[in-house]
């Protein structure tokens, strides 16, 4: 079996994978208080976007040093995450997007590393969201170096070695 065929039902695995959590934690929040009728509905499911992307990043460019780290960060991310359904997905396997994955990688990298050394600061400030998100820096970077290391290295190389240091690297940043 072709190795890069492989990642592309991981892709889509995962893509399962996260449906099925979407719809554990569906489940969660019926459980939680009553809202009023018609709560739920398209016009509160097209707020979401402007709730992400206009006020959390109000809430973070109040500090200019986590604003460039979530720029690079996040930004990585979803650019990575965008190409790889790209590449992937879409089977088509291009090494020029493959380079295009890399990069933003790399870019994510540098921001979970930014993110690690904020959080491990002497002076980490009060209204920094503790415990299960101190993982955070690690399960990101994690993502990162893994995806880096999969651009980088030939898929044939690839092996059970390097799974088992991706696997170390997110166990040592699951703190709970």
Do not use: C, Q
């Not at 709730?51 to 979803?78: C, E, Q, S």
């Not at 995450?81 to 088509?92: D, E, K, R, S, T």
């Amino acid at each position: 079996m072709n190795p890069v065929f492989v990642i592309t039902v991981l892709l889509w695995l995962s893509v399962a994978g996260l449906a099925f959590a979407v719809m554990k934690r569906a489940a969660f929040w019926r459980e939680g208080r009553a809202t009023t009728a018609g709560a739920y509905g398209w016009a509160n499911l097209l707020t979401i976007p402007k709730r992400y992307f206009v006020d959390l990043h109000h809430v973070v460019a109040r500090d200019p040093y986590i604003a460039k780290t979530h720029v690079a960060t996040a930004g990585g991310a979803i650019l990575a995450m965008a190409l790889v359904f790209l590449n992937y997905g879409l089977a088509i396997y291009s090494p020029w997007l493959d380079k295009l994955i890399f990069v933003a990688a790399i870019i994510m990298l540098v921001g979970a590393v930014f993110v690690w050394k904020r959080r491990n600061a002497k002076d980490v400030p009060a209204r920094l969201s503790r415990g299960p998100w101190d993982s955070l820096p690690w399960l990101l970077g994690s993502f990162a170096l893994g995806l880096a290391l999969f651009m980088l290295l030939p898929a044939s190389w690839m092996s059970g070695a390097l799974a088992i240091i991706i696997a170390l690297l997110i166990a040592a940043g699951d703190t709970r």
